[in-house]
């Protein structure tokens, strides 16, 4: 079956740094791929879609990269900030799978003034 | 908009007993879903619909059921609530969807739900 890793359920880093989340997959390669920001007791809000044949995707401050032949993806973070502190999860779609969808089990950020 | 709406936002049951949790949408969106979040295992698919009158079950479907008589509304219902169904219940959105993989998906508020 398909399974998600995240590179560690926590990571600490000094505002103004660049934070880097890991997401490795099994298995099948997805149809595209989501990151999520989560914060306490809400839910998660989508920040972007990565799809199989693109390398890489940015949005502001955010970049996603994807690599299919590792099976992985990267999320960064440039120029960080406290209020980036979050949880932050990745999404796997695939097509060929009566799942469709499975997500990792988060990664938790904390910026540190 | 209100977005994607869900009540109630606690609830304790005994084991044994049924109830409905409520997802509503207001934003057209043709693909719904329905999520537990337990500590440490992440979002887990429970039944997702793709339109009204249509829906499917996802990876953990045993003891839930839904229905989709409307696109606006996808109620979530437990048959007898046991305590592992303790969880965080989020439901979710989407406009895309192809091969009822969805796009960009947004989620309600949750309801946290205790087994006794």
């Known amino acids: 079956s398909q399974k998600i890793e995240q590179n560690s359920e926590a990571l600490n880093i000094q505002e103004g740094k660049t934070a880097t989340l890991t997401c490795n997959y099994t298995?099948?390669?997805?149809?595209?791929l989501q990151w999520y920001r989560q914060d306490p007791g809400r839910g998660p809000v989508f920040l972007l879609l990565?799809?199989?044949?693109?390398k890489e995707k940015r949005k502001e401050r955010l970049k996603v990269t994807f690599d299919t032949t590792l099976k992985q993806s990267l999320f960064h973070i440039t120029a960080s900030q406290p209020a980036d502190s979050a949880t932050y999860l990745c999404?796997?779609?695939?097509?060929?799978?009566?799942?469709?969808?499975?997500f990792g089990s988060g990664t938790r950020l904390s910026i540190r003034p | 908009n209100a977005g994607v709406t869900q009540t109630p936002k606690f609830q304790v049951l005994k084991t044994g007993q049924s109830m409905t949790l409520q997802c509503a949408q207001d934003?057209?969106?043709?693909?719904m879903s329905w999520y537990r979040q337990d500590p440490g295992m992440g979002l887990r698919l429970i039944h997702y619909?793709?339109?009204?009158?249509?829906?499917d079950q996802g990876e953990v479907p045993n003891g839930y059921n839904v229905s989709r008589s409307t696109t606006e509304d996808f109620p979530l219902r437990l048959l007898s609530a046991a305590p592992s169904q303790t969880s965080v219940y989020f439901c979710?959105?989407?406009?895309?969807?192809?091969?009822?993989?969805?796009?960009?998906?947004?989620f309600g508020p949750g309801t946290r739900l205790t087994v006794l």
């Open positions: 990565i799809r199989e044949n693109e």
């Open positions: 999404a796997l779609l695939m097509y060929s799978s009566a799942s469709k969808i499975i």
């Open positions: 934003m057209n969106h043709e693909y």
């Open positions: 619909s793709v339109g009204a009158g249509i829906t």
């Open positions: 298995n099948y390669s997805p149809a595209y």
């Open positions: 979710a959105s989407s406009y895309g969807v192809s091969r009822e993989v969805p796009d960009e998906q947004f």
